[in-house]
């Protein structure tokens, strides 16, 4: 016991040195310029599979530890090769000498352990699967056969070439995510989670359903620089979820509310869960265009949420909190100068001068550091530099590996032709039914997030699954958004719900009821994909007045299908009554001429029906009263 707590301690100080490794040679690739492809995604990815075996050790049994010791030195030794002989190895690309063959083979086993370390067994298991389909695909009979590959082809494709292990995806995670992801630790570190907590409390906290709402709002905020959905939960769940609980709400309701929100930080603009980034270099897309054209979907999202437990808390005649108990906004927004300039140069960046993600991420860390030596040097311990740089690179651990084994699969898909296959498949199901086709989409989507961190499971569908339905006639960016969302919305969809369960964790309730309650407060955001492919207007597909008109009759359908899954409006609906607000908000929310005039009457119908019966009741009080 003795040994294994010092053997511990001096693990310890292995992993620190190279946490900071790793975090400064992204800052520094980021300012002054990445290596070549291969050379700085080879670096990227030995630093974070050292580090995956010293944190995550293959069994809690100290005599196994031997091999996460040996995992460590292979993983260099790998690394030392490929860099050392880096411009031979594209010399020999189609015929591979024996060390190619053997640092393939320990590179691919590494990455696929490390990624169940971090993951679980089902992306390991489908880069598994891939590469079992490319060395015997040729036994099997029908569509699916293809030729029979060799070792040799194999080892050229996925290790001495940037189209397997070093392609596209983990390029994306050794650059833009990388970079953001130490965005995101240095805001933390500077003190943005709390604040953001606090200004949502200052903001909402004192109208009806308050800790709802600044769940909402928190998250949403939290969100735009994490995007992780179990991560929001983590950190606004701790404050939001017990306060909504003390003012009524039940620990089911109040874990589904904060994971929904939570949820939704993978899709708010302008991280997007790294999702824009990776779409960007997917589609070709400048990163500008996605993220303007995430943001509609994503205010519709969080804009339904927000109804949601509004009138759920005036169902239940829920008060806010009292004024001593919240935050003063002006200390709270006085308290955050440093972190607006840093997010400030990061908008800037991008959106004005139109610099490259990295660069514009790495010009925020600057500027953050400098104004918080300027804004809060006499409060803040500058110890947090070394927190942020040890923080963000624990962050960028998951996401490398996933993308890494996603890129093996890629470059299978590719080598095999296999992709045309579904693509042909899905084409073929299109012509007896469009929507059908998007149905096949949506759960392929969904049952991949599940077992998936989002950007890897929209790595596999952006190749598998996107191309088929640009194939029937959607834009590119439609296509592509409508599998990212629904891979974003799988933590919270039932039975595998992990957002849900971790809010369950903090609220004390049944994990399975709490994420049944997330898919009810949620539901809006599981049409919302369907709403941009019948009317790509929401993601600014048009002309103005489209999208205005586009925006306009969703919101109001996003408020009536809110009222009708609640069963409030101005006061409680009966089942029955319900029908109404819900077939107008159907008819809303898919913006056609036909059916957004017979929805606005509808509407219109159904609140003038429930003020005067309001009405009525309060008239018909009144007049008992006076006698």
């Known amino acids: 016991m003795t040994s294994s707590i010092k053997e511990y301690g001096i693990v310890k100080k292995i992993i620190f040195p190279l946490t900071l490794i790793l975090s400064l040679f992204q800052l520094y690739t980021g300012g002054f310029g990445v290596l070549t492809p291969m050379l700085q995604r ?16 293959i069994s809690k049994s100290f005599k196994f530890r031997w091999l996460d010791y040996l995992a460590v030195i292979l993983a260099l030794a790998s690394g030392i090769y490929l860099y050392s002989t880096y411009y031979d190895l594209f010399e020999r690309v189609g ?31 489908i880069g598994v699967l891939f590469l079992a389909y490319g060395f015997y695909g040729y036994l099997l009979g029908g569509m699916f056969s293809i030729r029979e590959i060799s070792y040799e082809r194999m080892v050229s494709l996925v290790y001495m070439s940037t189209n397997g292990i070093w392609g596209t995806t983990l390029g994306v995670a050794a650059t833009f995510i990388a970079l953001f992801i130490l965005f995101g630790a240095f805001l933390n570190s500077t003190g943005a989670g709390k604040l953001f907590v606090d200004m949502a409390f200052a903001i909402g906290g004192k109208f009806r359903g308050g800790p709802a709402k600044v769940s909402v709002l928190a998250s949403a905020l939290t969100g735009t620089i994490s995007g992780s959905q179990v991560a929001n939960v983590s950190i606004t ?102 972190l607006y300039i840093g997010l400030a140069v990061l908008i800037y960046m991008l959106m004005i001068v139109h610099s490259s993600p990295m660069r514009a991420a790495c010009w925020a860390i600057v500027a953050l550091v400098i104004s918080t030596f300027i804004f809060k040097r006499k409060t803040i311990k500058w110890s947090f530099l070394l927190d942020a740089l040890h923080t963000g690179a624990k962050g960028m651990l998951m996401v490398t590996v996933a993308c890494g084994t996603a890129g093996i699969v890629v470059g299978i898909v590719n080598l095999t032709g296999i992709g045309i296959t579904l693509t042909s498949l899905m084409i073929g199901i299109a012509d007896s039914s469009f929507f059908l086709t998007l149905l096949i989409a949506t759960v392929a989507s969904i049952i991949l997030g599940m077992g998936l961190p989002p950007t890897a499971a929209y790595i596999l ?46 609220a004390g309730s049944n994990p399975m009821a709490t994420s049944f309650t997330s898919l009810r407060i949620g539901l809006v955001g599981f049409i919302i994909p369907f709403m941009f492919v019948y009317g790509p207007a929401l993601l600014f597909q048009g002309d103005g007045l489209d999208i205005i008109l586009a925006f306009t009759t969703s919101l109001m359908g996003v408020i009536l299908l809110s009222s009708a899954t609640v069963g409030w409006m101005r006061r409680s609906l009966t089942l029955i009554e ?50």
């Open 42 to 57: 080879g670096v990227h990815l030995t630093l974070v599979l050292m580090i995956i075996f010293l944190i995550y050790p």
């Open 237 to 338: 769940g701790q404050f939001t979820i017990p306060l909504m609980k003390k003012v009524g709400y039940k620990p089911k309701v109040a874990g589904g509310v904060e994971s929904v929100a939570s949820t939704g930080g993978a899709i708010m603009p302008p991280i997007m869960g790294a999702g824009a980034f990776v779409m960007a270099e997917m589609t070709g897309i400048p990163y500008s265009e996605i993220i303007i054209a995430a943001l509609i979907p994503a205010l519709l999202y969080f804009l339904s949420v927000y109804f949601s437990v509004d009138f759920e808390a005036a169902k239940k005649n829920m008060k806010g909190l009292k004024k001593e108990e919240l935050p003063d906004l002006k200390r709270v927004a006085k308290q955050g100068v440093h």
């Open 461 to 506: 569908l952006g190749v598998l699954t996107a191309p088929a339905l640009v194939e029937v006639g959607l834009p590119v960016i439609v296509a592509h958004m409508f599998v990212y969302y629904y891979t974003c919305l799988a933590p919270i969809t039932p039975p595998v719900a992990l957002a849900s369960y971790t809010a369950a964790g903090i």
């Open 578 to 627: 319900r029908v109404i607000p819900l077939a107008a908000s159907l008819l809303l929310i898919f913006p056609e001429s036909i059916t957004d005039t017979i929805g606005i009457a509808l509407a219109i119908c159904f609140v003038g029906y429930v003020y005067l019966v309001k009405t009525n009741v309060y008239a018909s009080n009144s007049k008992e009263e006076a006698q």
């Open 95 to 125: 015929n591979p000498n024996l060390a190619d063959q053997i640092f393939a083979g320990v590179t691919i086993i590494l990455l696929l352990e490390a990624t169940r370390r971090l993951t679980g067994w089902i992306l390991p298991f």
